[in-house]
């Protein structure tokens, strides 16, 4: 017994030092100081690399805590880098929202953001954005169904909730108002490559001549679509590079469009408060073509109108 | 030099073994912290601080400790019927459900019935699946390995589609976004906050509390004494009447309640004040199911050991995500750097059983003047080869 | 319901099972050897994983899928012996040691496609063989005989381990230093060479799997194996530690997966019920071994470090 409390005591005098010596933090008020806690890998051609691509877009250096998948965990990272002082904290995670509401008020000083979302609680401290993915989705089905001559296209999901479901609606929405089916599987995992891969090829002896796909896992069913010779979609991310013969355009997430507004508001002082949301109307989000692909007049031309009616209003994705 | 200078010598070089795992851990650790251009220094000193330096970390280690100290309580329990729980992360999963279906479900009873009420529910939830392994294996001979390893899988989808399902929170519902989390539970639910305004809960004390039981349990009771007879030899508890299929599935089920608890301590613990997760396989438990497993071991699998061992542990971990957030390096490290501090203590636990040894006894014999060896005496081996208690084993 | 009874989603789902299984089989082989020579390895997944990232590299570098392969072969032998060194001479807890190497190799293959590789680029995956004559077959031939060419070197490694372990000295040494250490050691038998040598072999095999499945998906990701290194792991058990139940193991689990989505992409399965039937597989796998009532016992040393005289 005596043993482990010699080694706890050890441990502990160690750590005491080390707390008074290390530990302080210069306060650097010329730049604007942002954070991001984000649930995936932040080079994963998805959500995660989207937020920090944008946070790098405006030439700010941003701290990252990536990979906080467990809330506990990005909970304490929030609160971490709030009480390190920093201006902006993103907490780009749908779930960490219950955790957030509890976390703010106790940093008065300190701005939040929370996406993907449109709740920020009554708090003046607490942003929240969201993407309209859904309308990306709905112009991308719309030429998908322009492209595949079975009518015959695929969509391979990760699990039904958030931003995937977003997406994933308004593209069957979009498709089915060109006249093709558009079916979705989730294959119940973020991170399976495999099962995604196993997926498109599902969906390719099904007879589907377009693929697309949102989240992470998605890079596998690419590879597949390349194989079979299929037509992919991308979104969150410009996915061309990953297979540059088939992928017809991507809709990538700008959110730097966005993220401008809520950085000139803190510094004007306003903490929180406000929803921003990324869309086809203020530019947050761009459907980014492939030029490496040959895309018919007419099949462009029809996603163009679509986008144009979406803007005006004419067309509704849900 | 009395031989009582020399044992104490060992013992003293046997406590610092695992330290020096430890500190060579960090040592590779350092050089990876080098490679990719961060300063070690900065970073282990904000190691330790997150992790001991004020009381803000404390209570974070404190926290991050309380479901590793129920599992790794756990996983004593059932290694020491020889029975390997992999099930952890499934069995603090279903606890958790269970807890939340009935907080969700009970009408608000404030929280003195309330709070029972769901840990309660938290145990059973554990128990339960604790107990399928358990009897899969003592009636139909399905090894444990494959049993909890297949359930944990079954166990978090069942999760997803419960929290996307029926108990999601209707606002979700109304705002279209359908995150898999549940309402608010009830505030009555809430474990009571200790020491003021701060996030310290009841938890680990009840996480405590259950160790301790554990321990009177495994060595004071007659349960106990079955538990630990089958896991040291089974044949010969049959012989003495111990009914072997039931303690093991006893111990499977005890098992699983701990973690069960685990997981219900987590969901009205937890800051959000409900169940939620993002659907990846340790979205909810994060990975404690596992890193219980590794406390268990480091406490010798010895309940009340296992209390500084978690705390330990949980101090590397919350400490690993402070030094992440201080110089910048990705996350991955840190998991990799957990992972070196296990190899190395685990690897070096046979040098410290080594020096743990009672050396011979030599009893010089004047007539013949030749030193005659007593028997050494080494710790007897425990269940799963060789684990011993480390200690204060009665 | 009759979608699923056509020719195409039948082959698909066969082709489908055999691709998802090859993994799995090869990592769950290697586990075998280690396991019936009694040393368990928890960290299958983690050398899995460092050989994928090894492999997806090595070919992102050079175009070429075989030196990837070789690389993770490489990769494997190395965590292979540092797993021997663990289990064997350290004599370290089999229960967690493993659980150590898994921590680090998730990590660490994480840490280093950060660092080195940034965003994910497509790499070159095997050739595919189409077996000459038997691949013309209708039905069959497209299921079994136009695979990719480390799927039929998969499958082949099967009988070959029946060989080894059934019919050779090195495999009798393994059965007798797994069902009693004593009585081998006390016949000559090096308890702990035989037990390195395997642990080597899973630890290869372990690497081989992960480069395999990292090139045939022709890409890299964090945690690309989701877990499945635990899932070998479990099969070596539901194979009764026999490389054929193994084979068959990998299979069912494989199949199942794929029998599941092919039925969610024809949408015979809701998505409402995604979830719950993303659990069939494991519950499937638990079933099949409780009805086949398992006869066979583990290897009565497995977990238990050797000490010449203890």
Known sequence: MRSKFTWLAVFAAFALIAAACGGDDEVDVSDFRVAIVAPSASNDLAFTQSIVDAVDALGISPSVTDGTFVVDDAAAA?????????????????????????????????????????????????????????????????????????????????????????????????????????????????????????TAAAFASAGADVLTGTAQMVVGAVGVANDEGILWFGT??????????????????????????????????????????????????????????????????????????????????? | MTSLDEVQKRRLLAYSVPILAVLSALVIGAIMLIALGADPIKGFSKLFSGAFGSTSALTETALKATPLLFVGVGITIAFRANVINIGGEGQMVAGGLLSTIVALNAPDLGPFILIPLVLLAG?????????????????????????????????????????????????????????????RLLESADLPRLFGSGRFHIGPLVAILAAVVAYILLWRTPIGYRIRAVGQNTSASRYAGIPVKRTIVLALTMSGALCGLAGAVLVFGSESHRMVTDGSTAGFTGSAGFNGIVAALFGGLHPLWTIPASFLFGGLLVGGLALQRAVQVPSALILALNGLVVIFVVSSDRFRKRLLERPPVVIEDDDNAQPTAVA?????????????????ET | MSDLFTQSAI?????????????????????????????????????????????????????????????????????????ALMAVTLKAEQGISGIGVFLFGLGFSDLLFQKWVGTPRPITKFPKLDIPGLSDIPWLGEMFFQHSVVIYLAFAAIPFSMWVINKTTFGMNIRAVGENPEAADSLGVSVSRVRWA??????????????????DLGIFQQNITNAQGFIAIALVYFGAWRPLGIMLGSLLYGLVNALVLQMKVLEIIPNDWSDIAAMTPAVITILALVVVASRFSPPSALTKPFTRGA
């Open chain 1, 78 to 198: 929030i609160r971490g880098y709030a009480a390190e002082g920093y201006d902006l904290v993103l907490a780009h995670g749908s779930q960490y929202g219950g955790s957030l509401e509890e976390i703010a008020p106790e940093f008065p000083e300190v701005s939040f953001a929370w996406g993907t979302s449109a709740e920020t609680f009554g708090l003046d401290n607490v942003y929240s954005y969201e993407a309209a993915s859904d309308e990306g989705g709905y112009v991308m089905g719309v030429m998908a169904a322009g492209l595949s001559a079975s009518g015959n296209i695929g969509v391979v999901g990760p699990v039904e909730t958030g931003d995937a479901k977003l997406y994933v609606d308004g593209f069957i929405a979009g498709a089915a108002s060109a006249g093709a089916n558009a079916t979705a599987t989730y294959i119940g995992s973020f991170s399976d490559v495999a099962l995604a891969s196993e």
């Open chain 1, 236 to 318: 969150q991310a410009n996915q061309t590079e990953l297979a540059p013969d088939i992928v017809v355009a991507s809709q990538v997430y700008h959110w730097e469009v966005i993220l401008e507004d809520i950085i000139k508001s803190v510094q004007d002082g306003k903490l929180g408060g406000e929803i921003y949301k990324i869309t086809l109307e203020n530019e947050g989000l761009v459907i980014e073509y492939n030029d490496a692909y040959d895309l018919p007049d007419a099949v462009k031309e029809a996603g163009e109108a679509a986008i144009a009616g979406i803007i005006d209003g004419s067309i509704s994705t849900g």
């Open chain 2, 123 to 183: 145990l059973v939830g554990g128990a339960i699946w604790g107990a399928i392994p358990g009897a899969l294996k003592a009636y139909y001979g399905v090894n444990e390995i494959l049993s909890t390893i297949m359930l944990n899988v079954v166990a978090v989808q069942l999760m997803n589609y419960l929290l996307r399902g029926p108990l999601i929170d209707p606002l979700e519902v109304e705002k279209g976004t359908r995150i898999p989390q549940t309402e």
């Open chain 2, 376 to 392: 050494s005496s080494a710790d007897p081996p425990g269940p799963a080869g060789g684990a011993d208690p480390g200690g204060g």
């Open chain 3, 11 to 83: 082959i698909a789902v066969i082709a489908g099972g055999i691709r998802l299984a090859v993994p799995l089989l090869v990592a769950s082989l290697g586990e075998t050897y280690g396991q019936r020579s009694g040393v368990l390895n928890l960290g299958v997944d983690g050398i899995m994983l460092l050989g994928a990232f090894g492999g997806y590299y090595t070919v992102l570098k050079t175009g070429s899928p075989w030196l990837g392969l070789l690389v993770g072969i490489g990769i494997g032998i190395i965590m292979g012996l540092v797993s």
């Open chain 3, 198 to 215: 395997t642990v080597t072999i899973g630890g290869t095999l372990a690497g081989v799997a992960g480069a395999i499945l990292a090139i």
